[in-house]
């Protein structure tokens, strides 16, 4: 192989590194940028009849449960799985799921109900 096949070879390689690291940094960069800006958990509401809630605990939501939760509001108000960037602290998260999804103390469902709805509340990471 002479010198001028070898060179451009390396170059081409060069650039080949080079390309990938780009993508590489390109692809880590957008993940770190949509972690800060979309929260990956959200929350989604599981409509269920009334007759279904007989064996478990009924909480009725109030204007303090949304002044609290804001993500649950836009959830049973604009009937749609928004994200919930208040549950990214596991403390607030593990406080959400204790009032509303489920809690140790009680061996039942738990049920939430506004304006005659009822629903079942589940959080899910995107």
């Given at each position: 192989?002479?010198?001028?096949?070898?060179?451009?070879?390396?170059?081409?390689?060069?650039?080949?590194?080079?390309?990938?690291?780009?993508?590489?940094?390109?692809?880590?960069?957008?993940?770190?940028?949509?972690?800060?800006?979309?929260?990956?958990?959200?929350?989604?509401?599981?409509?269920?009849?009334?007759?279904?809630?007989?064996?478990?605990?009924?909480v009725h939501l109030t204007e303090e449960d949304f002044e609290r939760w804001p993500s649950l509001e836009k959830a049973i108000k604009e009937d749609r799985s928004p994200s919930a960037p208040e549950?990214?602290?596991?403390?607030?998260?593990?406080?959400?799921?204790?009032?509303?999804?489920?809690?140790?103390?009680?061996?039942?469902?738990?049920?939430?109900?506004?304006?005659?709805?009822?629903?079942?509340?589940?959080?899910?990471?995107?």
């Amino acid at each position: 192989m002479t010198n001028e096949k070898r060179d451009r070879n390396v170059r081409r390689g060069l650039l080949i590194i080079g390309i990938a690291f780009l993508l590489f940094v390109a692809y880590a960069g957008y993940g770190l940028y949509r972690e800060s800006t979309d929260p990956p958990y959200s929350i989604h509401l599981f409509p269920v009849n009334e007759s279904e809630t007989e064996d478990g605990v009924i909480v009725h939501l109030t204007e303090e449960d949304f002044e609290r939760w804001p993500s649950l509001e836009k959830a049973i108000k604009e009937d749609r799985s928004p994200s919930a960037p208040e549950l990214t602290n596991s403390s607030r998260r593990s406080e959400f799921g204790d009032e509303y999804m489920h809690n140790d103390t009680v061996d039942r469902p738990i049920y939430v109900e506004y304006e005659g709805k009822y629903f079942r509340i589940r959080i899910s990471i995107r």
